[in-house]
């Protein structure tokens, strides 16, 4: 249900980057979206994201940049070890240059720079590029 909820808002984003549009409106939301933004504003590909509710249904309303291209979350888990990382990245991500992988690990939610940094594995969320 969770992987459902993000994919869906990625979805929503990337709708969004394409029609041109400022910001997209993202509910129902979880803490595992509120983690996945959050590597995406720290990585520079969204400006912001505000966080409206989150006692109840709620909303986020993130602030678009323009720099998305595709951002998508797998519906199934998918188990990674540190050392399997870098390869994974390879055959995801279009080029070497730009994108990132999401790993929820025991530290908690981590893009695939910072979780070969921890040298911790876990399993794969999803990509954004």
């Given at each position: 249900?969770?992987?459902?909820?993000?994919?869906?808002?990625?979805?929503?984003?990337?709708?969004?980057?394409?029609?041109?549009?400022?910001?997209?409106?993202?509910?129902?939301?979880?803490?595992?979206?509120?983690?996945?933004?959050?590597?995406?504003?720290?990585?520079?590909?969204?400006?912001?994201?505000?966080?409206?509710?989150?006692?109840?249904?709620?909303?986020?309303?993130?602030?678009?940049?323009g720099r998305i291209k595709d951002c998508r979350a797998l519906m199934y888990r998918q188990d990674i070890k540190a050392q399997d990382i870098e390869k994974y990245r390879f055959n995801k991500l279009p080029t070497h240059q730009w994108g990132y992988v999401v790993?929820?690990?025991?530290?908690?939610?981590?893009?695939?720079?910072?979780?070969?940094?921890?040298?911790?594995?876990?399993?794969?969320?999803?990509?954004?590029?």
């Open positions: 249900m969770g992987r459902r909820i993000l994919n869906n808002a990625l979805s929503t984003i990337v709708n969004a980057e394409k029609r041109g549009f400022d910001t997209a409106q993202l509910k129902p939301i979880s803490n595992v979206m509120a983690a996945f933004l959050n590597i995406m504003k720290y990585r520079g590909y969204i400006k912001d994201f505000q966080v409206h509710d989150p006692h109840r249904v709620g909303k986020i309303t993130v602030e678009l940049q790993i929820t690990t025991p530290n908690g939610v981590l893009d695939h720079e910072e979780a070969i940094r921890q040298n911790v594995g876990g399993q794969v969320l999803g990509y954004f590029y």
